[in-house]
């Protein structure tokens, strides 16, 4: 096989940069860790951006964990009634 045919096989994954972000989300919420939990939080997320007038495009291209901790305390906030 080819260089050309295994190009697909070569491109560099984005895994390092998820464990990153993933790993960030986790210190800040140690709960997040049990997927079902971060389901949870991440379904309320993604209802607060779309509410916000996010697109699930914007939403999904969220990258640092600095920005997703934001929405989150923003979803805490609502939640708590903090937030009028």
Not at 9 to 32: Q, T
Not at 35 to 52: D, Y
Not at 56 to 65: G, I, S, V, W
Request: charged share 25%; glycine share 2%.
């Amino acid at each position: 096989m080819s260089d050309a045919q295994h190009a697909p096989f070569l491109r560099p994954s984005n895994a390092h940069r998820v464990w990153r972000l993933m790993s960030a989300l986790i210190e800040a919420h140690p709960e997040w860790a049990d997927p079902e939990v971060f389901e949870a939080a991440r379904a309320k997320m993604i209802r607060l951006g779309l509410q916000a007038g996010y697109s699930l495009e914007e939403l999904f291209a969220f990258n640092d964990a600095e920005t997703i901790l934001k929405l989150w305390n923003a979803v805490v906030a609502i939640e708590n009634d903090l937030w009028e």
